[in-house]
């Protein structure tokens, strides 16, 4: 399929090339372990992996601020269990995860093939709502930091996805056109309608399974997005 002059390519990081959910996973075991404290690992994550999805959320339309997504995305977690954990222990649990969550580095299937194939035909970026003192660690330690020009991330522009001002700061550092650009991200809101709405194309990487709106292209694995590019 022919590219339409497509020129640069902006990827997601997290739950798009960075397998956030196993990654995330493997932290908090980690954590636990650390912190002894005791309990059922897939039980936990059941509650706490849509807790979390709904405070991003709310963080990305600024209705909560960064300190509260860390507490209280725990805390609700283990009052939903039934477990009393003092405050102090949740504040030290958050900490513990943004400092070990880098420990782990697990990617998509077909990343590394995908960002092989592209790189001699594109100049890629990263946009990212994720949080700055991890998402360049993330890279750097998953070893995938030299595919990418430029990384934006939401704490350095003041402003998150799906919002204009977080993608046309990232055009302009990327000296790219919208007309010339494509995001790729598995946020259906954030990441395809923001970029859609500012002029770029775009492609849901849908590992997700959910339903789309026809007319979006889709992929379901990486490597499915040779057939756009």
């Known amino acids: 399929m022919l590219n339409n002059g497509i020129k640069h390519v902006f990827f997601d990081l997290d739950h798009t090339l960075w397998d956030f959910d196993k990654n995330s996973a493997l932290t908090f075991e980690k954590i636990f372990q650390m912190n002894d404290i005791r309990l059922d690992l897939d039980g936990f994550l059941k509650i706490y992996e849509p807790l979390n999805l709904a405070y991003w959320k709310l963080y990305r339309e600024d209705k909560i601020d960064k300190p509260s997504l860390r507490f209280h995305r725990l805390n609700d977690t283990f009052q939903k ?3 009393k954990v003092k405050a102090a222990m949740i504040h030290r649990l958050a900490e513990d995860y943004i400092a070990h969550l880098t420990s782990f580095n697990h990617l998509f299937e077909g990343t590394f093939e995908i960002l092989e194939y592209l790189m001699p035909k594109y100049q890629m970026h990263i946009i990212t709502n994720g949080f ?3 998402q360049h660690g993330k890279l750097n330690k998953a070893g995938i930091d030299h595919y990418f020009q430029t990384v934006t991330n939401s704490e350095m522009v003041g402003a998150k996805k799906p919002s204009p001002k977080i993608f046309n700061h990232a055009l302009d550092r990327a ?9 790729i991200g598995d946020n259906y809101e954030a990441d395809i309608l923001g970029a859609l709405d500012q002029g770029l194309d775009a492609i849901c990487f849908n590992y997700h399974n959910e339903s789309i709106e ?13 057939n756009y590019l």
Not at 175 to 183: D, E, L, P
Not at 214 to 226: A, F
């Open 175 to 183: 000296g790219a056109r919208a007309n010339q650009s494509i995001m």
């Open 81 to 83: 269990m039934e477990m």
């Open 132 to 134: 700055k003192e991890v």
């Open 214 to 226: 026809n007319g979006i292209k889709t992929v379901d694995n990486l490597i499915e997005i040779k």
